[in-house]
């Protein structure tokens, strides 16, 4: 995989997240401006070339997270587990 890859799992990410129907109840974001900047801030960061902390996108996609709670409260939980797959395939290899 590529950091392309990475790159789209984020905006697919970014575009669950944006959902206005989305509970932000269990998660560390307040609301969805919150959880989207902080993707905006990720995605930023890789087209400048910035280091990336694999430790804390790892954080991001792994079980228990801020974004699988929102995907279980708000009903894309089986969506999240797809992206979280994409998500470790993409980073396999950087």
Known sequence: MSV???IQVL???R???ACPSNDFARS???NTEAAVAEIDGII???HAADTIKLLELEA???PTSSLQEV???SGWG???LLLASRFDAAIADL
Do not use: K, P, Q, V
């Open 4 to 6: 392309e890859a990475l």
């Open 11 to 13: 905006a697919d990410t």
């Open 15 to 17: 575009a669950l997240l």
């Open 28 to 30: 560390r974001w307040r």
């Open 44 to 46: 930023g960061r890789i």
């Open 60 to 62: 991001l996609y792994g």
């Open 71 to 73: 995907g279980i409260e």
């Open 78 to 80: 089986d969506a999240f």
